[in-house]
Nanobody
Framework: QVQLVESGGGLVQPGGSLRLSCTAS????????MGWYRQAPGKQRELVAS???????NYADSVKGRFTISRDNAKNTVYLQMNNLKPEDTAVYYC????????WGQGTQVTVSS
């Protein structure tokens, strides 16, 4: 089964940037579409970005133009570059195999505040 470890979160001021990383094990990573999700306090987890094995990407409207998902198949790692962060981006961020609702990692906290 897949195991996922997210990192790179932290406290950042509005307008700042962060780069999240997620390393997967237990799967043939290069064959799977991967997604970044987030869950804010009191809200459901939502998909913010995804990238297929062939490189197609998709973004939630709220992050388009600010977030970029990329992957390094040699390192079994998917990244989320987040620019121009806003307070509403505050959440715990998770990665997972796209459309997989199991085996979640611990996530990484992103807090955007002045």
């Amino acid at each position: 089964q897949v195991q996922l470890v997210e990192s790179g979160g932290g406290l950042v001021q509005p307008g700042g940037s962060l780069r999240l990383s997620c390393t997967a094990s237990g799967i043939m990573f290069r064959f799977y579409a991967m997604g970044w999700y987030r869950q804010a306090p009191g809200k459901q987890r939502e998909l913010v970005a995804s990238r297929t094995s062939s490189g197609s990407t998709n973004y939630a409207d709220s992050v388009k133009g600010r977030f970029t998902i990329s992957r390094d198949n040699a390192k079994n790692t998917v990244y989320l570059q987040m620019n121009n962060l806003k307070p509403e981006d505050t959440a715990v961020y998770y990665c997972n195999v796209l459309d997989n609702d199991a085996n979640w990692g611990q996530g990484t906290q992103v807090t955007v505040s002045s």
